[in-house]
């Protein structure tokens, strides 16, 4: 075997390396647990072509026929649905070295050799041997839907596919489809809208400032803190949005020491707190302007608000509810007594 880091190696010398060999799929499904997520998107095959399950069209550019040696995709799928956690799938549409890739797109998209070959093929099997809640398409913005028969796919999913009554989908499907069609918007990575959309959308960030993948050289000051991790999840849900934070394993199989306290450290938080972001939705306001920095969701008759920084003597201002005589202000995790009043010259609802 040749070793991935020798002078001349190619890309895919770099798979032996690969080997899995302390991935725990149900110790991974805990963490995500823990970490209070309610669904779970595991890169099926990126942009290089490697593909994570034993994919008929993959020869052996995949993890059954060489590296781990192993279907991670599926052993991923059982310890996550065990818990109740929803599973999507990451698949990219394009692959950067695929010469039937590189020979439809020099004919400028003409030719469907590559989709009809490997992507398509692809397609189908993930959604029939896994039958994914979610499918996470990414890979698209070089070719039109023309070329990758995405409105076709689509069809089938919805109509005829084994999850046709319960799968979603995000926008990724085409060039200039992004933040156009989909069942939900990631518009660009870590996007942020500033408003409340009207669409369903979904921010898509990384622990890793700079990498979506497991980097050796990472430093702690590169990647997001739990206070920053927070926040961010907070202002994207209460803009109406749901939030997908990555994390990149090593090639071993592992989720980095301090990833995982990280996504402990959020669950720790929604463990308190989440009555305030599950299920909740946007509210008539979404963010007061205040030195506290205070953002708001809601659920059923309940006013969520949900502040970042503690205020000033202990005293809260809000502005924006009207309360009436009926209206009950309590603190989530404190039970004690929480005393409140209307401010003078107050709005007050009927």
């Not at 995500?32 to 008929?56: M, Q, R």
Request: net charge neutral.
């Amino acid at each position: 075997m040749k070793q991935c880091c020798a002078p001349g190696a190619t890309y895919a010398d770099f798979a032996p390396g690969f080997t899995a060999e302390f991935f725990n799929p149900d110790a991974w499904a805990e963490l995500f647990e823990a970490a209070g997520a309610k669904y779970v998107v595991l890169t099926t095959k990126h942009h290089e072509g490697f593909t994570n399950w034993e994919s008929p069209v993959s020869w052996n550019w995949n993890s059954v026929d060489t590296g781990p040696h192993r279907d991670l995709v599926g052993d991923l799928g059982k310890a996550i649905r065990k818990r109740n956690i929803r599973y999507g799938l990451y698949h990219s549409l394009l692959e950067w070295f695929h010469p039937l890739y590189l020979s439809d797109k020099k004919s400028g998209f003409k030719t469907q050799d590559f989709v009809k070959a490997k992507t398509m093929p692809e397609l189908y099997d993930l959604v029939t041997k896994y039958l994914p809640d979610l499918i996470w398409s990414d890979g698209d913005w070089e070719g039109p839907d023309t070329y990758w028969n995405s409105t076709y796919f689509l069809s089938w999913l919805y109509n005829d596919s084994p999850v046709k009554d319960t799968v979603v989908v995000n926008d990724r499907w085409c060039q200039n489809c992004s933040c156009h069609h989909g069942g939900f918007y990631n518009c660009a990575d870590k996007y942020k809208p500033g408003v409340l959309p009207d669409h369903k959308w979904e921010m898509c960030t990384s622990i890793d400032r700079y990498s979506w993948g497991y980097r050796r050289n990472m430093k702690v000051d590169q990647l997001m803190d739990e206070s920053s991790i927070i926040h961010e999840l907070i202002q994207t849900v209460s803009y109406g949005g749901n939030y997908l934070l990555n994390v990149g394993p090593t090639k071993e199989g592992t989720i980095a020491p301090i990833f995982q306290e990280r996504l402990q450290a959020v669950g720790k938080w929604l463990s308190l707190n989440g009555e305030a972001i599950y299920a909740s939705k946007p509210w008539r306001i979404q963010k007061e302007n205040s030195t506290c920095s205070v953002w708001y969701t809601s659920k059923d008759s309940k006013v969520y608000a949900i502040f970042l920084n503690w205020p000033q003597n202990n005293v809260l201002n809000l502005p924006s509810p009207k309360p009436c005589a009926q209206t009950n202000v309590t603190m989530l995790g404190f039970s004690g007594y929480l005393k409140w009043e209307v401010l003078p010259g107050a709005e007050t609802s009927r």
